[in-house]
């Protein structure tokens, strides 16, 4: 069985090197790029399983990229990783922001690299039970066969992260779940990131889910814990 083809972008040729041997080593396939456009046209072609973005680029940069894919019939649901030198947490957050399902911070352990990718192989395929295929919960439904969220019949932009957030809360519907455990669940391994990072996908699936993002229905913040999908 063929193995899963990553592309990955960075302008510093050792990285790609580095990148490149270890996903092979774990037996990956791996495509290397130089610059955004360089990806962005490959995509024409070709579309990999996984995307690692290096933010900073020449030409059109990471997060660039990243909105161009996210936009892209073809490519809205690949997932992305993203890499970046810089540790601010505005460019953490703009890259999740942007649609990307993870991020590391130069310089990066391999291991760690590695680590993450199989996590998120691990988790686009597991199977869903049968009986699980159609999740719905008042006007919004998901589509477990086709990773669809639909709100009055009205299919909704999302990108996978916040998919598999908005299903494990629903799934999970009148518990409180902690940030820690989403984390663990949605990451699929102890994450180093913050635990804003689940408040910032929260944040853009209330957008999309309730009526009125700023007085929610169904997510509900358990302040000091985490959150729970409200069984009314």
């Not at 990148?19 to 130089?34: A, D, P, Q």
């Not at 690692?52 to 649901?77: A, F, H, S, Y």
């Not at 919960?137 to 909704?156: A, F, P």
Request: aromatic fraction near 8%.
């Amino acid at each position: 069985m063929p193995k899963e083809l990553i592309f990955a972008v960075d302008d510093e040729v050792h990285i790609q090197q580095l990148i490149k041997y270890n996903l092979e080593s774990n037996g990956y396939r791996v495509m290397t790029f130089l610059s955004g456009e360089d990806i962005v046209n490959e995509c024409k072609s070709t579309i990999p399983d996984l995307f690692i973005l290096d933010i900073m680029l020449p030409g059109i940069d990471g997060l660039e990229v990243c909105r161009q894919l996210r936009q892209g019939m073809r490519t809205k649901n690949i997932p992305i990783i993203m890499l970046t030198a810089k540790s601010e947490e505005f460019d953490k957050v703009l890259g999740l922001e942007l649609g990307a399902d993870d991020y590391l911070t130069k310089p990066f352990s391999v291991r760690e690299l590695v680590a993450r990718v199989k996590a998120i192989f691990r988790r686009v395929n597991i199977s869903t039970p049968a009986d699980w295929e159609i999740v719905k919960h008042g006007n919004i439904t998901i589509d477990t066969t086709r990773r669809e969220v639909y709100k009055n019949g009205i299919l909704l932009e999302m990108p996978l992260k916040e998919y598999e957030l908005l299903k494990l809360l629903i799934v999970n519907k009148g518990r409180v779940l902690s940030r820690e455990i989403l984390l663990e669940k949605i990451w699929g391994f102890d994450y180093y990131g913050e635990t804003r990072t689940v408040d910032v996908h929260v944040r853009y699936l209330r957008q999309k889910i309730e009526e009125d993002d700023s007085n929610p229905t169904y997510i509900e913040t358990i302040r000091g814990i985490g959150y729970r999908f409200n069984d009314k």
